[in-house]
DNA sequence: TTATAAAGTTAGATTAATCTAACAAATTTG
DNA sequence: CAAATTTGTTAGATTAATCTAACTTTATAA
């Protein structure tokens, strides 16, 4: 069983290799903050569990057991986030703190029920995709509303940006994530865009708006479900 | 700040000093599944954080900040297990561990959520009083339904034992937590009871379901809210 | 009331996670 | 390509939480 400590250093190694391939020494400490000898000393003891290939003077890299395990720490701070923003009210800005301490917690149970609370969910609030219980990142298919073609289906998935005057207008809208919106018109001009949803048959949006919306374009498969 | 483990040593003398008065180094020991000289060691420290008062050979106490502290992760404990039962719809066998690991979150929000969601709770569903925000333990007022006189009206707050079926039988009753009842009368022959409560104006109970559900006789501040 | 048992303490070792200082390998660059 | 810089490693120390072994104090009881 891995210490939070060692599930801190599995996720970091995870995050960097989805996000620059070669991982180095000095980019897991610096971004755990922690000294190089530190580092590599827990990455000398990470390979002996089996989860890190380690060779000295080599990039590092997950083993498949380092990929599963951190993949799932990753899901259920991703799951936590969403309970917390979704269940419990709380604000974007205030969940990741939390999360990162609920995300050592030791139950499938709790983030199974979670999930079924959210209605297993694909992506976090702000697109990034929430691993499956196999630990597989679906590869997230978000677009900006603002590259969707007029005439189109797009389901309103996640928020580039979530500051709490942007969520304020969001409500005052009517838009919330789920739903799903047809594109009418789109203004060469300014780059706004009329969509129309539920209950808002003709609701014209701000270009600057359209950026920070992240949609789905809607295929067979997904509007089937 | 206290460690996870420092938190353990606390909640255990808080419970020890609840049931027993004079608490000695080993039955911490004991209760904690340490050794006698880790207890030793541990209770130093405490006294160092101004936690524990500690004298050699002496029986150990909790400092006034220490108790405070102590009573806030029960309180934490006891608010995690009403709502994975209540919320996530555990079992109530199984919150025990989950709830062991979430104690030790570190966010006053989390658990105020909770308790809001609950509608501030006084007590765990096995009757437990629940900490207040300042430490104080409200002295719990539950009876058992049994020993409740006929025409008087009580509150359904707590179980003595919650095991699946008897949840189960409560459910088929339409009884929950939190129902007001009236007791209409007793039967001396088998200790069965009649009550009333919203949708059963006439429901019998046996004797054994009586004494297993706990009940708070309504004052007249309790019935104003 | 002293001998034995129980409870508590001290000393010293271990493991995990961290650090600084000193050194070595690899990479960059003049 | 050799010098300088960056990156990685080793050695050795520290703190928290744990242990066993040895010893002391307090309590029990013959």
């Known amino acids: 069983m891995a210490s939070p400590t060692e599930e801190n250093y599995l996720k970091a ?8 391939g070669e991982i180095t020494l000095s980019e897991l400490a610096s971004r755990l903050q922690v000294s190089l000898p530190t580092a590599n000393s827990m990455v000398k003891s990470l390979q002996k569990s089996q989860w890190v290939n380690y060779e000295k003077y080599k ?3 997950l083993t498949a057991e380092g990929q599963l395990l951190a993949a799932s720490i990753i899901r ?3 799951l936590t986030e969403l309970f917390l923003v979704h269940v419990m009210k709380f604000g974007w800005e205030e969940v990741h703190e939390v999360a990162e301490q609920i995300e050592h917690i030791h ?11 959210l209605g297993h ?3 976090d609030p702000h697109g990034s995709p929430i691993p499956g219980l196999d630990g597989k990142l679906q590869q997230q298919s978000y677009v900006p509303l603002s590259s ?3 005439g189109q289906k797009v389901e309103l998935l996640a928020l580039s940006n979530s500051s709490a005057e942007f969520l304020e207008f969001l409500n005052s809208r009517g838009l919330s994530l789920g739903l799903t919106l047809t594109v009418i018109s789109t203004e060469r001009f ?3 865009m009329v969509v ?4 808002h048959p003709r609701e014209a949006l701000s270009g600057k708006v359209c950026e920070r919306l992240l949609v789905c374009v809607q295929t067979a498969a997904s509007a089937a479900h």
């Open 76 to 78: 259920k701070h991703r």
């Open 107 to 117: 139950s499938p149970k709790f983030f199974e029920r979670m999930d079924e609370m």
């Open 13 to 20: 190694l995870f995050n960097l290799a989805n996000s620059q």
């Open 59 to 61: 990039p590092l890299t």
């Open 190 to 192: 300014d780059h706004s």
């Open 148 to 150: 969707v073609l007029p």
């Open 121 to 123: 969910p694909a992506a």
């Open 196 to 199: 129309s949803y539920t209950d």
